[in-house]
C-alpha cells in the first residue's frame, strides 16, 4: 500500500479482555515504531523494531504489553488485561533506514469500558 | 524527556508567514532537527529536518542559528489547512533512535 495501514481504526473493549493491534508498515521498511497518545496529551514512545528484533523497548508501560514482528513486515501491539488507563490512540510509524522521515500510519483508537 | 522547548500556542493571519520557534540549547554535533506537525485526528507528518544548513522543500523552510542552540520553521503562506500542533524534535544522525515528542506548538491559522 501507499502508507502505514493500522488495524483496526477503532476499539472498544471491556476491562480485562486482551486487545491485539496490527500495523502493516510501507512495503521496505525497515524500522517500525510504536507510540501511544492519550486524550490531548503528546505522543509516548513505546517499542522500536529494526527488522524483526525490538533494541529499544523502553517505553513499554507494564508487563500487559507487548509487541512483535514477524517477515521484517507486520507487527503486532498486545495488550494483555486491558485497564482503563490504557484508553489512547496507538499510532504506529516506519521509516526506510535509521535516520529518514518517518510514516505514521492513522491510529488505532482504543476504549476500554 | 524532549530536548527542546516550543512554545505552547500561537495563531497566525491565514496567508501570511507562519514562523514556529524551537529552543534547543543542548543539542550536541550529531543530532539533527527535525519538525512534524499533527493535523487533528491524524497521524503525525514529516515536514522538514536539517542538520546546521537552512533547508526548504514544497512544505516549509528550516532556519538553524549558527550556534544550533535554536531554530525557526517558516510557513511561507499559511493556510487554514495549516493548523496543527508542531513538533520540534532532535534526533541522532546515526543509530536506532526514537523520535520524542515534546508537547508541540498548537498553531491556529486565523482567516
Known amino acids: 500500500g501507499a502508507g502505514v495501514s493500522q488495524s483496526p481504526s477503532n476499539k472498544v473493549t471491556e476491562k480485562g479482555k486482551d486487545v491485539e493491534l496490527r500495523c502493516d508498515p510501507i512495503?521496505?521498511?525497515?524500522?517500525l515504531y510504536w507510540y501511544r497518545q492519550s486524550l490531548g496529551q503528546g505522543l509516548e514512545f513505546l517499542i522500536y523494531f529494526q527488522g524483526n528484533s525490538a533494541p529499544d523497548k523502553s517505553g513499554l508501560p507494564s508487563d500487559r504489553f507487548s509487541a512483535e514482528r514477524t517477515g521484517g513486515s507486520v507487527s503486532t501491539l498486545t495488550i494483555q488485561r486491558t485497564q482503563q488507563e490504557d484508553s489512547a490512540v496507538y499510532l504506529c510509524?516506519?521509516?526506510?533506514?535509521?535516520?529518514?522521515?518517518?510514516?505514521f500510519g492513522q491510529g488505532t483508537r482504543l476504549t476500554v469500558v | 524527556d524532549a530536548k527542546t522547548t516550543q512554545p505552547t500556542s500561537m495563531d497566525c493571519a491565514e496567508g501570511r508567514a507562519a514562523n514556529l520557534p524551537c529552543n534547543h540549547s543542548t543539542i550536541s554535533g550529531n543530532e539533527y532537527v527535525y519538525w512534524y506537525r499533527q493535523i487533528h485526528s491524524q497521524g503525525p507528518q514529516y515536514i522538514i529536518h536539517?542538520?546546521?544548513n537552512n533547508e526548504t522543500n514544497e512544505m516549509a523552510s528550516l532556519i538553524i542559528t549558527e550556534d544550533r542552540k535554536s531554530s525557526t520553521l517558516i510557513l511561507p503562506h499559511a493556510t487554514l489547512r495549516d493548523t496543527a500542533v508542531y513538533y520540534c524534535i532532535v534526533r541522532e544522525y546515526t543509530g536506532a533512535q526514537k523520535l520524542v515528542f515534546g508537547q508541540g506548538t498548537r498553531l491556529t491559522i486565523n482567516p
Open positions: 536539517g542538520l546546521k
Open positions: 510509524a516506519s521509516t526506510r533506514g535509521t535516520n529518514t522521515e518517518a510514516f
Open positions: 512495503s521496505g521498511h525497515t524500522a
